[in-house]
């Protein structure tokens, strides 16, 4: 059983349009994340959602959207593509009460814009 | 906030070697934890051993262990006997007890045959 799953795993589209990436965990974890690794492979925090609550909310163009029907779920929303869209994006889990520590990666969604 | 540094863009090891990354950190928390994750090209995020700050003993795990300097605020991962399996892009990173999490930019490391 994958522990975080993301959909799609990859998906190429043309600027302006809108898509979504889906975000499942299975851990019973209470916080979901995420990440956008661009080409440099750097790694930036976008968003964070504890039980459904957003509390991480870095400087990200108000064209992304989260949203946590539940805590098993966090799913991103990006309107208006851009160029510089393009990235892998990352969903992640953590556990917060009775905190193990460790970051739960789902297998990354590559958004290549055309 | 914390930050995480890694001063290593890029490291090679020949095959059966051991080979040392390093990572500092800055923070003002007493409690957190650190962790170094590894990236194979299949990009897929995979924890390679973490370390609670409180706890004096530096973990290992397998051919994996780390040189944990809490002073010096430093955390350096060992990788004895290079395999070609462990290449891939290393990340160091520390979290709080808030579970927020903060990534260094990663060492891209090659073990050569």
């Known amino acids: 059983d994958t522990a975080v799953s993301q959909t799609p795993k990859y998906l190429v589209t043309q600027m302006g349009n809108d898509k979504s990436i889906k975000c499942e965990q299975n851990l019973g974890h209470d916080t979901m994340y995420w990440y956008k690794q661009d080409s440099k492979k750097f790694l930036k925090i976008m968003f964070s959602y504890n039980n459904k609550e957003l509390i991480i909310n870095e400087t990200v163009p108000n064209r992304f959207s989260p949203k946590s029907p539940d805590k098993a779920h966090l799913n991103l929303h990006i309107n208006s593509l851009e160029l510089g869209d393009s990235a892998v994006y990352f969903c992640a889990s953590s556990q917060v009460i009775r905190v193990t520590g460790e970051l739960f990666f789902g297998e990354g969604s590559r958004l290549t814009v055309l | 906030a914390q930050t995480v540094t890694q001063s290593q863009p890029e490291m090679s090891v020949q095959e059966a070697e051991t080979v040392t990354l390093s990572c500092t950190y800055d923070?003002?928390?007493?409690?957190?934890?650190l962790f170094w994750y590894k990236q194979p090209p299949s990009r897929q995020m995979i924890l390679v051993i973490r370390?609670?700050?409180?706890?004096?003993q530096n973990a290992t795990e397998n051919r994996f262990s780390v040189n944990f300097q809490k002073a010096a605020k430093s955390f350096s991962l060992k990788i004895s006997d290079s395999q070609l399996g462990d290449t891939a892009m290393y990340f160091c990173?520390?979290?709080?007890?808030?579970?927020?999490?903060?990534f260094g930019t990663g060492t891209s490391l090659t073990v050569i045959p």
């Open positions: 923070t003002s928390e007493n409690n957190y934890y």
């Open positions: 990173a520390s979290s709080n007890t808030g579970n927020q999490f903060y």
């Open positions: 370390q609670e700050a409180y706890k004096q």
